[in-house]
């Protein structure tokens, strides 16, 4: 099995950086990849980033791009987002997600991961 714990949410006003963690443990998925999602109150959930283990490649939601940087660093096992210029609209419940395969035409479907963590609230005050 996966483990994946988030660290990093927390309230923040609008305009403001928040950079989010995710540490995974109990196995390699050298070819895989890991996203992040997001759901916010009678709201379904929704793709936000992804990132490949092996060539770091990335893929980001329409309305996250230019705000949102996803990083991984292979050492730690751990994948980052940074999110900056946060608006209200960006709160929600953030999880992490993990999946064996790194195809880029399907990494913002949450179908094709396997493993989620628990999720980190971020909220966004005006």
């Known amino acids: 099995q996966v483990q994946l714990v988030e660290s990093g949410g927390g309230l923040v006003q609008a305009g403001g950086s928040l950079r989010l963690s995710c540490a995974a443990s109990?196995?390699?998925?050298?070819?895989?990849?890991m996203g992040w999602f997001r759901q916010a109150p009678v709201k379904e959930r929704e793709f936000v980033a992804a990132?490949?283990?092996?060539?770091?490649?990335?893929l980001y939601a329409d309305s996250v791009k230019g705000r949102f940087t996803i990083s991984r660093d292979n050492a730690k096992n751990t994948v980052y987002l940074q999110m900056n210029s946060l608006k209200p609209e960006d709160t929600a419940v953030y999880y992490c997600?993990?999946?064996?395969?790194?195809?880029?035409?399907?990494?913002?479907?949450?179908?094709?991961?396997?493993?989620w963590g628990q999720g980190t609230q971020v909220t966004i005050s005006s």
């Open positions: 990132i490949t283990w092996s060539g770091g490649r990335t």
């Open positions: 109990g196995r390699t998925f050298s070819a895989g990849a």
């Open positions: 997600a993990a999946r064996s395969s790194g195809f880029e035409y399907n990494l913002s479907v949450d179908k094709f991961y396997a493993y």
